[in-house]
């Protein structure tokens, strides 16, 4: 269920108002679209820095510090090598960051290193995404605070104000219906799938011990159902009363997109990955395979909640979140204020660590990437 956890991501959005911005000379080496720049600007990480500085955008130097989002560059040049200042780096993939080429450094791990990381799961700057599809709609069922977002449109460039001229239920009927009570959860499909990575093996087992069950509608490019692949994924989930939201792989911590997509279309995840994922959402709220000996087992408490009635809807109604002295909240009070805090460290820290690594310029990331595959080994260890 999806309102409780936009109540709980609006209040982790809260931010302490600055009167005087410092300046700031931000490099963007690489982030998730052609237009770098553009694309780091239409994002989380440049609407909590804009709060506090007086950002000039640039991808080359000179700069103050330089940003980079990692991608497996599968022994490509990186451009962020040329960068002799303070390096800091977002991973989204289930890899580990190289802290001797990025001296701070967000991701999936749920590790300790100083002041230099902070795990920041791909999960929750997906809500940022979400959270801009429902203020940007009109006639919305999703309740929103005003009060609680009115530093959100005080904060937003101009040049990417949010538009509230689309109507929800236009962009989104079957769910629209779903979330006003117009019509019955349990009169949906039964299971939904949309994958686009064939290299999967756990994830595609799964998919067809469940499908031999009754039949999963597959929206993807793998095991399409369909004519062609979806173009509105929620809209789609939203169709069926169970949503297969395997990640690609496995690994602790790795929690991305996958399970807040089931969860904004008002359906049941069905999810594994990773392993410790409870931390992150209530295990009453989804179904969680790592509980269960193997899939086969799981599959048995799927076949009950779909045959009873109660145990499907109380679970589809729970909170997604997990309470921490009654309140609920984000695993480790994850918050936009306390990203900023670790940026602003970063930022004014003096160190910049990777020099002392190797000196500048170095000339390839392969011997500092064994040098920190032990340094990790022994943080995780």
């Known amino acids: 269920m999806f309102q409780p956890l936009l109540d709980a991501y609006l209040d982790s959005m809260w931010l302490p108002q600055t009167e005087i911005k410092p300046p700031l000379n931000l490099a963007i080496c690489y982030f998730w679209s052609e237009d770098h720049l553009q694309g780091f600007k239409e994002h989380l990480f440049y609407y909590i820095l804009n709060s506090a500085y007086d950002i000039n955008l640039s991808s080359t130097l000179p700069c103050d510090i330089v940003f980079e989002t990692i991608l497996n560059f599968n022994g490509k040049q990186r451009l962020i090598l040329n960068f002799p200042q303070k390096r800091i780096g977002f991973i989204g993939e289930n890899m580990r960051i190289n802290f001797d080429i990025y001296d701070f450094g967000m991701g999936f791990d749920d590790l300790t290193f100083g002041e230099r990381y902070l795990r920041v799961p791909l999960y929750y700057l997906n809500l940022w995404q979400f959270t801009q599809i429902v203020l940007s709609h009109s006639n919305s069922p999703f309740k929103v605070d005003v009060s609680k977002i009115y530093n959100f449109y005080k904060l937003q460039d101009t040049n990417s104000k949010i538009q509230t001229q689309i109507s929800f239920p236009n962009s989104y009927p079957t769910l629209d219906a779903l979330i006003r009570e117009q019509t019955d959860p349990l009169k949906r499909g039964f299971a939904s799938f949309v994958a686009s990575n064939p290299n999967a093996p756990m994830r595609n087992a799964c998919y067809q011990e469940l499908n031999s069950y009754r039949p999963v509608a597959s929206g993807g490019r793998v095991f399409n159902t369909l004519d062609k692949p979806i173009s509105n994924k929620a809209e789609?989930?939203?169709?069926?009363?169970?949503?297969?939201?395997?990640?690609?792989?496995?690994?602790?911590?790795?929690?991305?997109?996958?399970?807040?997509?089931?969860?904004?279309?008002?359906?049941?995840?069905?999810?594994?990955?990773?392993?410790?994922?409870?931390?992150?959402?209530?295990?009453?709220?989804?179904?969680?395979?790592?509980?269960?000996?193997?899939?086969?087992?799981?599959?048995?408490?799927?076949?009950?909640?779909?045959?009873?009635?109660?145990?499907?809807?109380?679970?589809?109604?729970?909170?997604?979140?997990?309470?921490?002295?009654?309140?609920?909240?984000?695993?480790?009070?994850?918050?936009?204020?306390?990203?900023?805090?670790?940026?602003q460290r970063a930022i004014d820290c003096k160190e910049v660590y990777h020099t002392q690594i190797f000196p500048y310029p170095p000339q390839s990331s392969t011997a500092s990437s064994f040098l920190f595959t032990g340094k990790l080994k022994l943080l995780i260890n």
């Open 236 to 343: 789609f989930l939203s169709q069926y009363k169970f949503n297969l939201c395997f990640e690609n792989s496995k690994g602790f911590g790795y929690t991305t997109e996958k399970i807040i997509d089931a969860y904004f279309a008002h359906t049941i995840p069905i999810y594994w990955g990773n392993p410790a994922v409870a931390k992150d959402f209530n295990s009453k709220s989804f179904i969680n395979v790592h509980d269960f000996k193997d899939f086969t087992e799981a599959l048995d408490f799927i076949r009950y909640l779909d045959t009873h009635d109660n145990a499907y809807l109380d679970m589809l109604h729970a909170h997604p979140l997990n309470s921490v002295n009654g309140k609920p909240q984000f695993y480790q009070d994850l918050s936009f204020a306390k990203i900023l805090a670790f940026l």
